[in-house]
Nanobody
């Protein structure tokens, strides 16, 4: 499975951005797909994930502000980010997990100015 992320950028606090991740290859094997982020000097952390059954999981810090969605074929997953805060600034990574793998896409920078 290959992942291509897009949609990052610079936005003012309170603004919105939408990240997209296009998956290709053996997308039928994906069990969970989602987004993680890594801020400078910090560890990579989960932002949001969605399972094949449509179950979602969000970090407490983004609940109510971010929404993850995917198409039924798992070819694309999006992260709608609203009410962005400066602490959301990070490199965001798309991740896909199957039974025997965990694949990462390239990161996309999100910068939120105060």
């Amino acid at each position: 499975v290959q992942l291509q992320a897009s949609g990052g950028g610079l936005v003012q606090a309170g603004g919105s951005l939408r990240l997209s991740c296009a998956a290709s290859g053996s997308t039928f094997s994906i069990n969970v797909i989602g987004w993680y982020r890594q801020a400078p000097g910090k560890q990579r952390e989960l932002v949001a994930t969605i399972t094949r059954d449509g179950d979602t999981n969000y970090a407490d810090s983004v609940k109510g502000r971010f929404t993850i969605s995917r198409d039924n074929a798992y070819n694309a997953v999006s992260l709608q980010m609203n009410s962005l805060k400066p602490e959301d600034t990070a490199v965001y990574y798309c991740n896909a997990k199957g039974n025997w793998y965990s694949h990462w896409g390239q990161g996309t920078q999100v910068t939120v100015s105060s």
